[in-house]
C-alpha cells in the first residue's frame, strides 16, 4: 500500500483518475485500522402485540418494517418485544411466534428478540404473578433460534465488533415501571451478577448496545445501580419499547436511551409525533457513536424522535382520560343532585 501511495505521489503514474481507482480498490480490501469507522446498521422493531389488537394485522404491519429494514441493508435486527400475545392457548402462541419469526426470516438477516408483557404475562392478570407458563413457553420457543438464551431470558451476542446484550424486563410479571406496582419492575440480583459477568468479559468490544423491552429507568430508585454498572463499561445506548411511541431521552453519564414506538402494536390517539404512527428504527454505530434514526411506515416523510418531556405529558393526558372514561362502580365520575353516577346507574341528564 505504502509503494502504491509514493508511486502516485511521485508523479511516476501521471493519470490521478487511475492512482484514485488503485487506492479505491487497496482501501477496500483493506482489513484492519483502515476499515475500523466501517459503519453497522442494526434495524429495531417495536411492539407488535396490546390488548384488543388483531395479530393479523398487527403482523402485516411487521412484514412492512421488515421490508424497509431489509431496503436499508442492516446487518442485523433487533425486537425489543410484544412479539406475541401470551394470553392465548400454547399451541396458539406457537403458530403466532412462527408467524412472526418467518417474517424476521424473511429479511435475511439475523435478528434477536427480547421478552415483552405480551410475550411472557399469564392468561390471568395478577401483579407479580407466579404463574411462570408463558415465560417457560418462550424459553422453548426462542432457545430453539437462540441457544445462548438463559432460562431467565436473558442473553447476549456480537455483530461486526460490537457487543449486544439483551436484558429480561419481566421477571416481575405483569407489572409496570409506570404504575402503581413501580417497586416491583426491577432487574434481579441474579441478572445482575450474570451482566456484570458478561460485560467484564466484552470491555474491550468496540462499544455495548443493551436492549429490553419496558424502560425500566421510569423506577430510577431500582434502576440506578444497573446504569452505574453500565456507565463502568463501554456502553453507548439502552433501546426499550413498551410504550407504544418513541422518545429521546438523551445522554446520561455518556450513555444514550432510547424508546422505539409501536410496529404493528396498538397506536397512540394522537399525531404522527406522539405516538401515532407505527415506525422501524435504525441504529448506526461508527467508532464511539451511536445514532438512531426512525422510519415512518405511513409514507408520511420524516419523522423525528419526542423529547421524554413532550410524551410524559402525552402519557399523562392518556391515563388521566383513560381514567376519566373507564370509570367503574368503585369509582364514580361525579354526583349531581345527590346521585352518584357510575356504570352501574343512569347517566345524569346532561344533554
Given at each position: ?8 505521489s ?34 429495531i422493531?417495536?411492539?407488535?402485540t ?68 405480551h ?41 461486526s465488533g ?13 407489572v409496570?415501571?409506570?404504575?402503581g ?29 443493551v ?28 433501546i426499550?419499547?413498551h410504550?407504544?411511541?418513541?422518545q ?63 410524551m ?21 365520575i ?5 346521585t ?12
Amino acid at each position: 500500500m505504502l509503494t502504491a501511495l509514493t508511486v502516485c505521489s511521485r508523479g511516476r503514474i501521471r493519470s490521478a483518475l487511475f492512482c484514485h481507482f488503485v487506492l479505491a480498490a487497496i482501501l477496500a480490501g483493506y482489513p484492519t485500522t483502515l476499515r475500523a469507522q466501517t459503519e453497522v446498521k442494526i434495524g429495531i422493531i417495536g411492539d407488535q402485540t396490546a390488548v384488543n389488537t388483531t395479530l393479523d394485522a398487527s403482523y402485516q404491519v411487521l412484514s412492512q418494517g421488515a421490508k424497509a429494514l431489509a431496503a436499508e441493508h442492516v446487518d442485523a435486527i433487533i425486537n425489543v418485544g410484544d412479539l406475541v400475545e401470551s394470553t392465548g392457548a400454547p399451541d396458539q402462541v406457537r403458530v403466532e411466534f412462527s408467524q412472526a419469526t418467518g417474517i424476521l426470516d424473511g429479511t435475511g438477516k439475523p435478528w434477536h428478540l427480547t421478552p415483552g408483557d405480551h410475550d411472557v404475562d399469564p392468561p390471568n392478570f395478577v401483579p407479580n404473578s407466579g404463574d411462570d407458563s408463558r415465560k417457560r413457553l418462550y424459553y422453548d420457543l426462542y432457545h430453539t433460534r437462540e441457544p445462548k438464551l438463559t432460562p431467565g431470558l436473558w442473553h447476549s451476542f456480537d455483530d461486526s465488533g460490537y457487543h449486544f446484550v439483551s436484558l429480561n424486563s419481566q421477571e416481575r410479571l405483569d407489572v409496570d415501571p409506570r404504575w402503581g406496582d413501580v417497586f416491583l419492575t426491577q432487574i434481579s440480583r441474579e441478572q445482575t451478577d450474570w451482566l456484570k459477568q458478561d460485560l467484564d468479559a466484552h470491555r474491550n468490544a468496540k462499544g455495548i448496545i443493551v436492549f429490553l423491552h419496558q424502560p425500566l429507568w421510569y423506577n430510577w430508585a431500582w434502576w440506578a445501580p444497573v446504569h452505574a454498572l453500565l456507565r463502568s463499561y463501554p456502553v453507548r445506548a439502552v433501546i426499550a419499547g413498551h410504550f407504544h411511541y418513541d422518545q429521546d431521552e438523551g445522554e446520561i453519564d455518556h450513555i444514550r436511551y432510547w424508546v422505539i414506538g409501536a410496529t404493528g402494536g396498538l397506536l397512540k390517539p394522537a399525531d404522527r409525533d406522539s405516538g401515532g404512527v407505527n415506525e422501524v428504527g435504525i441504529l448506526s454505530l461508527r467508532g464511539n457513536s451511536v445514532e438512531m434514526r426512525l422510519i415512518a411506515l405511513d409514507g408520511g416523510g420524516p419523522l423525528p424522535f419526542t423529547s421524554r418531556i413532550d410524551m410524559d405529558r402525552v402519557q399523562a393526558l392518556s391515563v388521566i382520560l383513560g381514567n376519566l372514561y373507564y370509570f367503574s362502580g368503585k369509582n364514580q365520575i361525579c354526583v349531581s343532585g345527590g346521585t352518584i353516577y357510575g356504570l352501574a346507574a343512569p347517566r345524569p341528564n346532561w344533554y
